[in-house]
């Protein structure tokens, strides 16, 4: 899998899950500190983000790292 297959697969992914946990962007930027637009950036595979990152993202929605990069 290539890096930018990746990083859709993470955003598509958290974007699913964070919508069938009913949580806006607002409420994960509240939960995790980050901002909406680094949210929105993720969820649209256009930021590479760190590692502590990607388990703090997952970690809102009862996902791991590996459940996150699967396809759908």
């Excluded at 993720?42 to 993202?57: I, Q, W, Y």
Aim: overall charge neutral; some cysteine.
């Amino acid at each position: 899998m290539d890096e930018q297959k990746i990083l859709e697969n993470f955003g598509i992914n958290f974007k699913h899950y964070r919508n069938k946990a009913k949580l806006s962007q607002d409420d994960v930027a509240d939960i995790t500190g980050f901002s909406k637009s680094y949210i929105s950036n993720v969820e649209c595979a256009k930021h590479n983000l760190s590692l502590v990152n990607a388990v703090k993202f997952a970690s809102v929605v009862n996902k791991t790292v590996d459940e996150m990069i699967k396809d759908l």
